[in-house]
């Protein structure tokens, strides 16, 4: 959603990479950039307006003048101000001391409230809640089975009396819902409203009631991301007619512009609790505006990164395969290969853990375009093979390989191309594992591995009988670069230069990639 947004901001800041000291005129132009840029991406005039002044504010002042770097201030100021405007610190839910919380969702039809609804009940169920849903929507057709269907396949409780479809009373099943969950001891409450095509008296006077009737803990206006600025308008009609403590965004994978995300904390005063960014109920987590400034800056999202693996992945199964790899290349198996990559599947799709890593802005068009279906592939391709040819690939020949290929469906030459991605990839796990860095990287500090102790050793050698140009010009760059040759960069990467965008990823990466 913030494609647009992310690119017109990186060529803003690209303009200032390398300037020593920043002109007040480098500053009204920066400004200008990204003024237009949070036009284009549909904020708020006014939140607009607020941004650029503080921005424009810090950056004349002494925190980017007397900096070392005032380019890399410039950006930091940036991302603090994005922060802000997207609602500061991670707003958590408030549980009642007395159970059950109930959270009422409200907001237009359309939005998504129902299936928030399920993916809220799972969210919480993860969580360690026993939550109920409750299915007060009896206006839109079908919408009580759509939430009975959603609930079972979030595996929660589900309330719904009515049959709905006009039929029955939304304000008495709210009320029955409560008294309903502490006899069956849910904890949480999830009450599910009717929404209206546009704001109206008789919408905001049915979710009032229901407001009323069981005096919710928490109201999460529920907007959907990509209407723009009548997400805004729309919001603060909710705010002044009904009340609501926290806002859920939804439909954050769509190819809207994104502009209500970034005006409706502003505006409305209310924090955005949670984000919804897919149709499947795995795909909604915690709203964390710190996270949301990084992605848009294009410095990824480690942090989400880091808690979706930890989700997934087993701890015991990663403490087996370390000690697997400590042992050597030999012991790690396509057992283990698929096993891990069916978990990394598990994580979701691999174009949006990629998109997660700092750096891959750049590669947007070949992460877009990345065949999700290729760990598909794969997988039936190991499957296809006998346990010797999953313990020892190297048996595999020629006979083999195309028995392998009829079985999966694919061509022989994938079957081969895939040998030798294990190999590579077993390569380079084992020597991860023993602390020699990732093969076509340079190493950690610190981190030892086979052989550590002479490399250093010859490095000092040849430092020590390291010969000077005989040119002055490519003398005096060789003396302020350190000794190290202009197309290294700050880590030393051979070809990269001063511009991340030259980076190379090592070919163990690169192979999971379409082409440019």
Same mark, same amino acid.
């Given at each position: 959603?913030?494609?647009?947004?992310?690119?017109?901001?990186?060529?803003?800041?690209?303009?200032?990479?390398?300037?020593?000291?920043? @002109? !007040?005129?480098?500053?009204?132009?920066?400004?200008?950039?990204?003024?237009?840029?949070?036009?284009?991406?549909?904020?708020?005039?006014?939140?607009?307006?607020?941004?650029?002044?503080?921005?424009?504010?810090?950056?004349?002042?002494?925190?980017?003048?007397?900096?070392?770097?005032?380019?890399?201030?410039?950006?930091?100021?940036?991302?603090?101000?994005?922060?802000?405007?997207?609602?500061?610190?991670?707003?958590?839910?408030?549980?009642?001391?007395?159970?059950?919380?109930?959270?009422?969702?409200?907001?237009?039809?359309?939005?998504?409230?129902?299936?928030?609804?399920?993916?809220?009940?799972?969210?919480?169920?993860?969580?360690?809640?026993?939550?109920?849903?409750?299915?007060?929507?009896?206006?839109?057709?079908?919408?009580?089975?759509?939430? @009975?269907?959603?609930?079972?396949?979030?595996?929660?409780?589900?309330?719904?009396?009515?049959?709905?479809?006009?039929?029955?009373?939304?304000?008495?099943?709210?009320?029955?819902?409560?008294?309903?969950?502490?006899?069956?001891?849910?904890?949480?409450?999830?009450?599910?409203?009717?929404?209206?095509?546009?704001?109206? !008296?008789?919408?905001?006077?049915?979710?009032?009631?229901?407001?009323?009737?069981? @005096?919710?803990?928490?109201?999460?206006?529920?907007?959907?991301?990509?209407?723009?600025?009548?997400?805004?308008?729309?919001?603060?009609?909710?705010?002044?007619?009904?009340?609501?403590?926290?806002?859920?965004?939804?439909?954050?994978?769509?190819?809207?512009?994104?502009?209500?995300?970034?005006?409706?904390?502003?505006?409305?005063?209310?924090?955005?609790?949670?984000?919804?960014? $897919?149709?499947?109920?795995?795909?909604?987590? %915690?709203?964390?505006?710190?996270?949301?400034?990084?992605?848009?800056?294009?410095?990824?999202?480690?942090?989400?990164?880091? !808690?979706?693996? !930890?989700?997934?992945?087993?701890?015991?199964? %990663?403490?087996?395969?370390?000690?697997?790899?400590?042992?050597?290349?030999?012991?790690?198996?396509?057992?283990?290969?698929?096993?891990?990559?069916?978990?990394?599947?598990?994580?979701?799709?691999?174009?949006?853990?990629?998109?997660?890593?700092? $750096?891959?802005?750049?590669?947007?068009?070949?992460?877009?375009?990345?065949?999700?279906?290729?760990?598909?592939?794969?997988?039936?391709?190991?499957?296809?093979?006998?346990?010797?040819?999953?313990?020892?690939?190297?048996?595999?020949?020629?006979?083999?390989?195309?028995?392998?290929?009829?079985?999966?469906?694919?061509?022989?030459?994938?079957?081969?191309?895939?040998?030798?991605?294990?190999?590579? %990839?077993?390569?380079?796990?084992?020597?991860?594992?023993?602390? $020699?860095?990732?093969?076509?990287?340079?190493?950690?500090?610190?981190?030892?591995?086979?052989?550590?102790?002479?490399?250093?050793?010859?490095?000092?050698?040849?430092?020590?009988?390291?010969?000077?140009?005989?040119?002055?010009?490519?003398?005096?760059?060789?003396?302020? @670069?350190?000794?190290?040759?202009?197309?290294?960069?700050?880590?030393?990467?051979?070809?990269?230069?001063?511009?991340?965008?030259?980076?190379?990823?090592?070919?163990?990466?690169?192979?999971?990639?379409?082409?440019?």
């Amino acid at each position: 959603m913030f494609d647009t947004l992310s690119d017109r901001l990186a060529a803003t800041f690209k303009n200032l990479r390398g300037k020593g000291r920043l @002109s !007040e005129a480098d500053i009204d132009a920066t400004a200008r950039e990204i003024r237009i840029a949070l036009l284009e991406a549909d904020v708020a005039l006014p939140v607009v307006r607020a941004f650029i002044k503080q921005v424009k504010e810090r950056a004349l002042g002494a925190e980017v003048s007397k900096a070392l770097n005032p380019a890399q201030q410039v950006v930091k100021i940036v991302n603090e101000e994005l922060v802000g405007i997207l609602g500061g610190e991670t707003r958590r839910l408030r549980f009642a001391k007395n159970p059950p919380t109930v959270i009422m969702l409200a907001g237009l039809q359309g939005a998504g409230k129902t299936t928030l609804a399920g993916k809220l009940g799972r969210w919480l169920k993860q969580q360690g809640h026993t939550p109920l849903l409750v299915a007060c929507d009896l206006q839109r057709p079908n919408a009580v089975n759509q939430l @009975s269907v959603v609930a079972e396949r979030a595996e929660v409780a589900v309330f719904a009396p009515e049959p709905g479809n006009g039929v029955g009373d939304p304000v008495k099943v709210a009320q029955d819902s409560v008294a309903f969950a502490r006899d069956k001891q849910h904890d949480v409450v999830v009450v599910d409203t009717a929404g209206r095509l546009g704001i109206d !008296e008789e919408l905001m006077r049915q979710a009032a009631d229901i407001r009323d009737a069981v @005096s919710p803990d928490e109201i999460l206006f529920v907007v959907d991301a990509m209407i723009g600025q009548d997400a805004v308008s729309t919001a603060e009609a909710f705010r002044d007619g009904v009340g609501f403590d926290g806002v859920v965004l939804s439909k954050l994978d769509g190819d809207a512009r994104g502009g209500a995300a970034l005006s409706i904390a502003q505006v409305t005063g209310r924090q955005i609790m949670f984000a919804s960014n $897919g149709e499947k109920l795995d795909e909604f987590d %915690a709203f964390h505006p710190d996270r949301m400034a990084s992605r848009i800056l294009g410095m990824g999202d480690v942090l989400s990164l880091i !808690e979706q693996a !930890e989700r997934t992945f087993s701890q015991q199964e %990663a403490e087996k395969l370390a000690s697997k790899l400590a042992k050597g290349p030999k012991e790690f198996t396509l057992d283990d290969f698929l096993s891990q990559m069916e978990q990394v599947r598990k994580m979701g799709s691999i174009s949006k853990l990629l998109g997660m890593m700092p $750096g891959m802005g750049q590669m947007r068009d070949q992460i877009n375009n990345l065949d999700e279906r290729e760990v598909d592939r794969t997988a039936a391709i190991i499957k296809s093979m006998t346990p010797a040819e999953r313990d020892d690939p190297k048996i595999i020949n020629g006979s083999r390989r195309a028995r392998i290929a009829k079985g999966s469906g694919v061509d022989v030459s994938a079957v081969k191309s895939l040998v030798e991605r294990f190999f590579e %990839a077993r390569k380079m796990m084992s020597k991860m594992a023993q602390g $020699g860095g990732v093969p076509g990287m340079p190493g950690i500090p610190g981190m030892g591995g086979p052989g550590a102790g002479k490399r250093k050793g010859k490095q000092q050698k040849k430092a020590k009988g390291r010969r000077r140009s005989g040119n002055p010009m490519k003398r005096q760059a060789e003396a302020e @670069s350190g000794g190290r040759s202009q197309e290294s960069d700050t880590f030393g990467i051979p070809g990269a230069g001063q511009d991340p965008g030259n980076f190379e990823l090592p070919k163990e990466f690169r192979d999971i990639l379409p082409p440019k």
